[in-house]
């Protein structure tokens, strides 16, 4: 143990100068990664602001921090939703593969439950007399004649909207609404496509710190005026933050094509990826924003709710008139025209109100049909270059000298902090 103990007390002079320059390299390795993973995280969280609103009648000021992606959410799913369309979907092409006639089948238990309700209930709260005085069957026989004609009213009304899906199906502005609803959706989208190349950032901080920090420590070594060598780390520390992720971005996209230096080949990661990028992207698009629920949402509440509207009410009163027969001058005779009108209208409403319910049970089928999800995908993965580069560049392309900018400046504090441990 004394031997030990001499042994320690010979070197130790010798060799905690030798250590104290190992360190740097080791810190400036430890500070890229550390701040990388901050800036990243920074880029994507919170999703909603943290912080403080100080504001008066004429001015206001917000003292916080909001990620990145979810601050500039609605931006980026507005260009993101123009290049989807523009590259790969054709909404008339993708309706088209929906089928009215197997639609109809779909509803057609629900829509007969519906087209019974709707007759009975229009009748007695319109003509009470009239219906209960009338036989069984024959009350049955119209209620009946409703009932075998409601499912052609689904499929024709399907046919319509499929012929005018263009003008019915707001995109843009249903993918508008379910980014405001949630923020987090484009976190999702970016995080999953950019898995590889986020883990890729954080360590590529770690690696390119402990390189810079070897050129901090020979600058160290040599350095014999303490008095302003303190400054060296913190210098670095900007210097290694900003670096690091400036270079892991740009080994990111670039190049975009492949380019063979000697027997090495370089292209930008992402492009490496383009296939399984296009996967989660066909994900994530079809699960969270083209989703059924979303797509028929906007086109029976959207803009061209009041199209919906006259296509249900020319096809159910069309229905209301042929299987009235004799009955419907019975009911102008005796209760007036403006009863039968009245009659045709609750019959309108109750289907107009009941059909988004009972169209969900057609969701599946049209998840199927539509096929929103593999169609994404295979239509990406075939993009040019440039052109799949873009589905994912504006992450970073408007804001990324914020991603760097964060680096450089944690970069800097964390040399600050290097410097007080190592000099004062």
């Known amino acids: 143990m004394e031997e030990i103990r001499t042994f320690i007390a010979e070197w130790w002079p010798i060799v905690a100068p030798w250590l104290i320059y190992l360190v740097i390299p080791i810190t400036a390795a430890v500070v890229g990664w550390w701040t990388n993973m901050l800036a990243i995280r920074m880029t994507f969280y919170p999703i909603e602001f943290k912080g403080w609103v100080i504001s008066d009648k004429k001015a206001w000021m917000r003292l916080g921090w909001q990620g990145i992606i979810p601050l500039k959410a609605t931006k980026m799913a507005s260009v993101s939703t123009d290049m989807i369309l523009a590259h790969l979907i054709d909404i008339k092409e993708i309706f088209n593969k929906l089928n009215p006639e197997r639609v109809a089948e779909e509803l057609e238990s629900n829509v007969r439950t519906l087209a019974r309700e709707t007759m009975n209930r229009a009748m007695q709260e319109n003509v009470p007399i009239l219906w209960s005085t009338l036989p069984n069957r024959r009350r049955e026989k119209i209620v009946q004649s409703a009932i075998d004609e409601f499912p052609a009213v689904v499929e024709k009304i399907m ?32 995080l999953r496509c950019g898995e590889e190349e986020f883990k890729f950032i954080e360590k590529s901080g770690f690696y390119f710190g402990f390189f810079f920090g070897l050129i901090q420590m020979v600058i160290w070594y040599f350095v014999e005026d303490y008095s302003w060598a303190w400054m060296t780390l913190p210098a670095g520390g900007l210097v290694v933050g900003y670096l690091t992720n400036a270079i892991a971005l740009k080994m990111i996209f670039e190049p975009e094509l492949p380019k063979k230096f000697g027997p090495i080949v370089f292209q930008g990661m992402l492009m490496k990826r383009q296939k399984e990028v296009s996967i989660e992207f066909g994900k994530v698009l079809s699960g969270k924003l083209f989703t059924m629920n979303n797509i028929f949402d906007n086109i029976i509440y959207g803009h061209a709710t ?46 107009r109100q009941e059909l988004p319910q009972s169209i969900r049970e057609v969701f599946d089928y049209a998840e199927n049909a539509l096929d929103i999800q593999h169609t994404v995908a295979n239509k990406m993965m075939h993009l040019p270059a440039d052109e799949f580069l873009g589905f994912m560049r504006p992450v970073f392309k408007e804001d990324e000298w914020k991603l760097i900018l964060i680096g450089a400046l944690l970069g800097m504090g964390a040399g600050f902090l290097q410097s007080a441990l190592l000099v004062f």
Request: glycine content about 4%; aromatic content about 6%; hydrophobic content about 40%.
């Open 306 to 351: 009041s199209r919906i509207v006259e296509l249900v009410e020319k096809h159910v009163n069309d229905v209301i008139d042929r299987t009235a027969g004799l009955n419907r001058s019975i009911i102008q005779i005796t209760r007036g025209t403006q009863t039968y009108n009245n009659i045709k209208q609750m019959a309108v409403d109750t289907f």
């Open 159 to 190: 046919d319509e909207i499929k012929e005018d899906i263009i003008d019915l199906w707001d995109v843009k502005q249903m993918v508008l609404d379910e980014i405001e609803r949630d923020r987090g959706i484009m976190n999702e989208l970016f």
